[in-house]
């Protein structure tokens, strides 16, 4: 009888307890730490306490979420630093594996949606830039969607964090910073340097998230100040020649007059992407093996650059119209030189890479489009914010230099489409005139945008170089011509007691004097003049921005103008 008493005393003591104890929280999923170490917090915020850590590769079960925190039994973890595990329904086993959906915001102009997991697949739709989405499956490098199948590549996922207050303003960098692949205070070789602009990604309270290249990564905000207007988001682009990897030492050695751009800081000089003429495409159309890529890059260079505040995107050169044939028909071939395109973009850490295809014929049309299309594939697998370019010249009537360009497809699978608007008069020119006269410049703006190339991909091609041309006594025929620097043509000018004059059609001054042969020179100037009407341009267009051909052949006060009309 006593021991009964005392076993229904302690049953009803229990039943107290378990009215009044917390019940235990039940999973709602699992997720996996991807960070080395992952703090664990006694709160929802970086204001709490630490209380613990787990380490990479733990799985742990996510008991609720607060924010951009999760809830586990031993405290608050950010989410940034997990990954969801995939989980074996215990009710319904014949569903197998439980996908866990997230959106994507698509960033091509036009994303092709498949009726598979492949580019095999035929086309049934399309998705349009900035369009949301629901990802309820994933095979390989292809989303499902309600609508099909699309490639990841063209798409950034949408995380359910909390937006913080700051998210979508604009900041100014204080000084220079190095970006931060993770607030575990890992460094990536980029910095963002004092005066350049940049759009909040996330606001982390102490850190803010960027995007600088071809990566994303934070800042400390006490770096940074938040600035009350939308700055210009102008490119401004300009190519560097490069003739073989040892010379691009010079363009690094502080001693030499030539090394004055990565070595500098690039808001400084109003330039935020060097693209060194690095990749050509060699070997022989008759020897099907000897076609690879030629590499001339330099792991330095792109790290002073980097360092300095610029992206680097290599150039990938192709001026042969029988080896690009080959190429183009034989998919083994192709293959190949994409492989190692991929390859050196991983290895040198760009990024972008800028395809310089020129005078290839109408029989290459078609090559084009599919060689473009598989290596940006390919980019962008590798990671999706790698920028890939294209350059193209003026619509015209020639099937070699202009018509195998189908610029609309081209410009629906890049980043960016360079109109290389100069060479309208050219070596072997009949007549005399500029590299680019205003009004030829603008017909070609528009004509591109007739196709339907978006502005907001088209940038404008501008020369830093000139030619002067031996000419007849009394007309504009032209003998013979040469490439000059900006400054050199002045020199010359003066040298020889010759006159400038405006040419109000071409915008442009022009020069005109007399060699000590006795023979008659006219320079179409190109200076500080010349290049405000034409970025003047890119603002009456609202094209993307400018790209220049080449450095180091221009004068300084170039800058000052590409700051004044693209910067500010």
Do not use: C
């Not at 609508?147 to 949408?158: A, E």
């Not at 792991?299 to 995107?313: D, F, L, M, P, T």
């Not at 022009?510 to 200076?527: A, M, P």
Request: charged share 25%; glycine share 8%.
């Amino acid at each position: 009888m006593k021991k009964m008493s005392m076993f229904l005393l302690f049953t009803f003591i229990i039943s107290i307890f378990s009215v009044f104890m917390p019940k235990a929280e039940a999973s709602q999923f699992k997720v996996q730490i991807t960070a080395t170490k992952l703090s664990i917090r006694s709160g929802p915020s970086t204001k709490y306490r630490i209380v613990g850590y787990y380490t990479k590769g733990q799985v742990v079960d996510v008991i609720g979420q607060s924010g951009s925190f999760y809830k586990t039994n031993r405290g608050y973890i950010y989410s940034w630093y997990t990954k969801r595990v995939q989980t074996t329904s215990q009710n319904n086993v014949s569903r197998g594996t439980i996908f866990i959906p997230f959106k994507v915001e698509v960033t091509a102009t036009n994303l092709t949606i498949r009726s598979g997991p492949s580019i095999i697949y035929k086309v049934v739709g399309y998705l349009s830039k900035g369009q949301v989405v629901d990802v309820i499956g994933q095979s390989g490098s292809f989303y499902k969607t309600s609508r099909g199948y699309i490639h990841s590549g063209y798409t950034k996922k949408l995380l359910n964090l909390k937006e913080g207050p700051n998210e979508g303003k604009y900041i100014v960098i204080k000084e220079d910073t190095p970006i931060l692949k993770g607030i575990d205070g890992v460094e990536d070789e980029r910095y963002a340097v004092k005066g350049k602009t940049y759009k909040i990604l996330e606001d982390r309270g102490t850190y803010y998230k960027i995007r600088q290249g071809a990566t994303e990564g934070y800042i400390l905000a006490q770096n940074a100040q938040i600035i009350n207007y939308t700055p210009k988001e102008k490119i401004t682009l300009a190519w560097h020649y490069v003739y073989n990897r040892d010379e691009n030492k010079k363009y690094y050695n502080i001693k030499n007059p030539e090394s004055k751009y990565i070595t500098k800081n690039s808001v400084s000089i109003g330039l935020d992407v060097v693209s060194p003429t690095w990749f050509y495409i060699i070997g022989s159309a008759s020897n099907l093996n000897s076609i690879n890529v030629l590499d001339k890059a330099d792991s330095e260079y792109v790290k002073i650059a980097h360092r300095n505040g610029y992206e680097v995107w290599a150039l990938l050169a192709e001026f042969d119209a029988d080896r690009a044939y080959a190429m183009f028909t034989n998919k083994s071939v192709m293959d190949r030189v994409i492989n190692q395109v991929v390859g050196y973009a991983e290895k040198y850490n760009l990024d972008g890479i800028n395809i310089d295809f020129e005078g290839l014929g109408l029989k290459n049309q078609e090559g084009l489009i599919t060689f473009t299309r598989e290596l940006t594939n390919r980019l962008k697998a590798k990671n999706p914010l790698i920028k890939v370019s294209i350059d193209v010249t003026k619509p015209s009537t020639s099937d070699k230099w202009s018509r195998f360009y189908d610029r609309k497809a081209l410009s629906d699978i890049v980043d960016y489409m360079m109109y290389m608007a100069y060479d309208e008069h050219y070596k072997g020119s009949p007549v005399a005139g500029s590299v680019g006269s205003l009004p030829w410049v603008e017909q070609g703006i528009n004509e591109i945008l007739a196709l339907k190339v978006p502005k907001d991909k088209l940038i404008l091609g501008v020369p830093f170089y000139l030619r002067d041309f031996k000419v007849a006594q009394n007309t504009n025929q032209a003998f013979d011509s040469n490439v000059l620097k900006m400054q050199q043509a002045v020199d010359i000018i003066k040298q020889y007691g010759g006159n400038i004059y405006f040419d109000n059609n071409a915008k442009q001054d022009v020069g005109e004097y007399f060699d000590k042969d006795g023979n008659r020179h006219l320079v179409w100037l190109e200076n500080a003049k010349s290049m405000g009407y034409r970025l003047d341009l890119i603002n009456k267009y609202d094209l993307k921005g400018m790209s220049a051909w080449q450095l180091n052949f221009e004068t300084d006060d170039i800058w000052d103008v590409v700051k004044e009309k693209l910067k500010r």
